[in-house]
């Protein structure tokens, strides 16, 4: 465990001031459990963070504990898999194709964690997690553990009743997702045109995913475009000329940058197209 890490090192768009203690697991959830119950113990608040790719770590830093999980055991059956919350989405993608199992190939170019994905229903090219998740183990502050199924988790576009708790003093341990047998061959050219399709309309670079979710039959970027926000800037950040829901970080800019943009865009949004646009992305930390 060490005191007072900067943040930034743990998150995609290289944002976030120091956490008071940082903790990274490697082998085992039951590492993960030990941080907990150590955390529980001598009362400091916790955090989990997996792979950072939609969290917006406020300058100031976040006090407490945060928990970075990198464990990724990974059991396969005939036609699922059980993987821990810390393993990378697109390297889950890769061992299912080279392992002739279908129906993870959306997140071949995803960012992120599987247990990000159960969380916010992850998803990309008309698939999401949702759609295929059988069960979800939770450890609950307690130390209670929790298993629940797609239909417990109450799950919307981008979201489910995990994201929507307003304490975050639990950790998904693994999760359990349903596959299907097909061709590997077959699975790699979806893939293929999947990486295709990102590196066409997304940008390169340091950022944190989509900024909005997409309103009912609406775009987030079609309407950040349309009201004139393409390459706007607050301080370093500014909206990405080629997909207006990307908010990109050059490598100078603060997380307050992103804060400010966001806002920006919102107001900008709101007064031009009459839509109110709904963070995709977490803002974490006392400043916020």
Known sequence: MRSDVPLARYTAARLGGPADWLYSARDSSEELVAALCHAREREIPFRALGGGANVLVADEGLRGLVLINRVQQVEFGDAWLRASAGS???????????????????????????????????????????????????????????????????????????????????LVLEATLALRPDDPASIATRMAAFNVARKRSQPPG???????RNPPGDFAGRLIEASGLKGLRCGAARVSTLHANFFINPGMASADDYRRLVTRVQEVVLRKQGVELEPEIELLGASW
């Open 206 to 212: 340091a950022s944190l995913g989509s900024i909005f």
């Open 88 to 170: 990378g989405l697109m390297a889950l993608a890769r061992q299912c194709q080279a392992r002739g199992l279908a129906g993870l190939e959306w997140a071949v170019s995803v960012p992120g964690t599987l247990g990000g994905a159960v969380i916010n229903n992850a998803g990309a090219h008309g698939g999401d997690l949702a759609g295929m998740l059988l069960e979800a183990t939770l450890l609950e502050a307690d130390g209670t553990l929790r298993t629940l199924a797609a239909a417990d988790l109450a799950y919307e576009y981008r979201n489910s009743c995990l994201k929507r708790r307003k304490t975050r003093d639990w």
